[in-house]
Every structure is written in structure tokens, then in C-alpha cells.
């Protein structure tokens, strides 16, 4: 698995971007924001339990990932048809503010290395890339275990500060100096 360092893959990938008839889906490349921060969060499958409930409360805290100027992108191993039929079928979907990626030939799942060895489905995974392209962050759960999102946006805040953050800071509080005495 990618991990602290690397830099994203180069990709470039159907994704599903409104239920608008006739403007539902868009190519999307490693290009495609740039000068943002990125937050990529992969699922195994759509029609699933665990997903939506990941997937739904990233959608309600988008306006916090934009605030900080980050691009939430939600990935699976899916079609873009079936990313629509979802959306269009989960009444918690339905809305969602950012794009769901396609990866079909299993190529960023892959090149990211979260590809489930024996399933062939995408990892709960969730990577924080800075504007640079490189990952900042990295985090794998078991398929049967959600993510916890406030937890993702508290780690790019951290990041963001590009200072020492404490075990369970939050933004707003006071960071560490490395000359301060213990």
C-alpha cells in the first residue's frame, strides 16, 4: 500500500458527478484539482451496508472538507452506471457533493496497493494528499469496520497547520513547539 510520501497515482477515470439527466458523469484526472487538497476515501462495493453509511456522512461534512479547501473523492471498484443506479436508489446517495470514481480496471486501486487480496474489491481506505500530490495520510480498515470521518477531518486539519499537533488535538487548540520544555 502507498503510504506517507508517496505521491497519488496518475489516473484518469469516469466518475459520477450529478443525477442530472444528460450531466451525470465526467472524466476525472489526478489533474483535475489542482491546487487542492485531496481526500480520497475507497469503498469495496455499492449495494452495501457498511458503504453508505460512510459514504452519506462524508457528504454531510463536504462543506467542512471545502472550507479547508480539500476535494473529497469517494472510489470503488465499480461502473459508473452502477455508482448512478446507487445514488439513485439510496435515498441517503441521492445528494451527494462529490464526485464517485469508477475504477472498473482496478488500476489506481491497485497502484494505491488497497485492492482486497483475496475479493478483489478496494479496501476501506482513505488517503490525504496535499497539493503537491503527495500522500500525507493513510488509513486502511477491514472491510466489515466503517471509518470515522470527524476523524479524517481532524487529521487534515492537523496537516494543514504544518506544525506539531498533540494525541487528540483539534483545530483551535494550542500546537507544540519543538524548543518548549516537557
Same mark, same amino acid.
Given at each position: !500500500?502507498?503510504?506517507?510520501?508517496?505521491?497519488?497515482?496518475?489516473?484518469?477515470?469516469?466518475?459520477?458527478?450529478?443525477?442530472?439527466?444528460?450531466?451525470?458523469?465526467?472524466?476525472?484526472?489526478?489533474?483535475?484539482?489542482?491546487?487542492?487538497?485531496?481526500?480520497?476515501?475507497?469503498?469495496? !462495493?455499492?449495494?452495501?451496508?457498511?458503504?453508505?453509511?460512510?459514504?452519506?456522512?462524508?457528504?454531510?461534512?463536504?462543506?467542512?472538507?471545502?472550507?479547508r479547501d480539500a476535494q473529497l473523492l469517494g472510489l470503488s471498484t465499480d461502473s459508473h452506471?452502477?455508482? /448512478?443506479?446507487?445514488?439513485?436508489?439510496?435515498? @441517503?446517495?441521492? #445528494?451527494?457533493?462529490?464526485? !464517485?470514481?469508477?475504477d472498473t480496471k482496478r488500476e489506481l486501486t491497485s497502484a494505491l496497493g488497497i485492492l482486497?487480496?483475496?475479493?478483489?474489491?478496494?479496501?476501506?481506505?482513505?488517503?490525504?494528499? #496535499?497539493?503537491?500530490?503527495?500522500?500525507?495520510?493513510?488509513?486502511?480498515? #477491514?472491510?466489515?469496520?466503517?471509518?470515522?470521518? @470527524?476523524?479524517? /477531518?481532524?487529521?487534515? #486539519?492537523?496537516?494543514?497547520?504544518?506544525?506539531?499537533?498533540?494525541?487528540?488535538?483539534?483545530k483551535g487548540e494550542k500546537t507544540l513547539s519543538a524548543a518548549e520544555p516537557r
Open positions: !500500500m502507498l503510504t506517507i510520501g508517496d505521491h497519488l497515482p496518475s489516473y484518469s477515470l469516469q466518475a459520477v458527478v450529478s443525477r442530472e439527466p444528460g450531466k451525470e458523469f465526467a472524466p476525472l484526472t489526478n489533474a483535475s484539482h489542482p491546487g487542492k487538497w485531496l481526500v480520497l476515501f475507497a469503498w469495496p !462495493m455499492d449495494f452495501t451496508f457498511v458503504c453508505p453509511t460512510e459514504i452519506a456522512a462524508f457528504g454531510k461534512k463536504n462543506a467542512d472538507f471545502t472550507d452506471f452502477v455508482h /448512478l443506479a446507487w445514488r439513485n436508489n439510496h435515498a @441517503d446517495l441521492k #445528494d451527494l457533493p462529490f464526485p !464517485m470514481l469508477a482486497h487480496k483475496t475479493e478483489g474489491v478496494a479496501l476501506r481506505a482513505t488517503f490525504i494528499v #496535499d497539493p503537491t500530490g503527495a500522500i500525507r495520510w493513510a488509513s486502511v480498515n #477491514d472491510l466489515s469496520v466503517g471509518r470515522n470521518v @470527524d476523524e479524517v /477531518l481532524r487529521t487534515l #486539519d492537523a496537516l494543514q497547520t504544518d506544525e506539531l499537533c498533540p494525541c487528540n488535538w483539534k
